[in-house]
């Protein structure tokens, strides 16, 4: 069986999924795991596609110092015990500086250009960097495919990626990037079956989860984003603040005495929901919360919302559909009420019953705008740039690339 590995490493976990190649390039998901607590409480667990548990097991601390050790224990349980040697890799990328618009088959040179923008994502890139270098040197065979989340918005115009900061920094990659875009560009690929007229129009997508922006579709490409040169700007996120004056950060570091990895830790830890409320990062756990600070950070979170739109609809100049994705964006039926009523003064209404029931489109049938939930699919996206990139290569048919 044909199989592609998608791979999102971060700082202390390696997320996996397995996707089996059937007829004419579809892709069918298989397994879903990770390796999480590198460096705490290593444990690897994974499910089948019904869900059905197939790991759940810890590992000495010493034994996964590191996210390479993590993919190479990952790796060696779906091959020595599933027997799953896949054709290639795609790996989850945050940055693909100002160059990478769109994925690319990963060879020593892309690497090294890829390690040049470490400082452009601090938190994120070296950890998606580790296992491709420890595949490269194990496998060097086997095709591997980085996927940007950056690279889905390079279509904005120039305009919309400058800072008003002197030139020589634009130059040197100081610039408005813009995150999620393999999640924004899986609702830009759905947007077409669930509303084709609507899709070649102007459409905001809100990527609401964890981490949470907003992007501004027109015809199906990305035209704005609310975040910019990192992914801590926009709107406020589980642990990061969104947009921040700067100055903010200058009082940190003169009238605070901070350190600039303790901001950094700061700005990317201990903000957002979790600093305003005082109580989780988790939009649960301030739902159900009776504490004034908790219902303040929700009230914040979709007072933010609501002034992006505005921003975004601005820049679409109009607006012919909005949308919801990602973990809270998907299930909150509350935070998905409330946000629509900010977005009342476009003449959007919502149908509460086809909100409670998670229905694909929950506006109400007098709205002037459709609402849609369109679950993201990330991982597919990156199978689908893996399956692609391997397709079109010049010279090699699958088989001959397998690695065995
Ligand atoms: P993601 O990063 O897309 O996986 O989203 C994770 C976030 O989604 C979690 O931190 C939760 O705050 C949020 N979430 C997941 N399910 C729900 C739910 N039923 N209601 C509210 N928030 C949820």
Redesign the pocket.
Known sequence: MDTILVVNAGSSSVKFQVFAVEGEGKLQRLIKGQMDGIGSRPRLRAKGAESDPLADRVYPIESVPDVSAAMSIAGGWLRDELRISPMAVGHRVVHGGPQYERPVLIDHGVVARLERFITLAPLHQPYNLAPIRSLLANFPDLPQVACFDTAFHRTHDAVADYYAIPHQLHAEGVRRYGFHGLSYEYVAKTMPQVAPEIAKGRVIVA?????ASMCALKGGRSAESTMGFTALDGLPM?TRPGQLDPGVVLYLLSEKGMAASAVQNFLYRDCG?KGLSGVS???????ISEDPKAKLAIEYFVYRIGLNAGMLAAALQGLDAFVFT??????????RALIVDKLAWLGVTLDPAENSRHARLISGSDSRIPVYVIP?DEELMIARHTLSLLANRPSSSFRQERVS
């Open positions: 990527h609401l989860g964890s981490g589980g929901l990062n988790d939009m649960r756990e301030l739902e990602a973990g809270i964006g998907e299930n909150s039926v509350r935070i993201t």
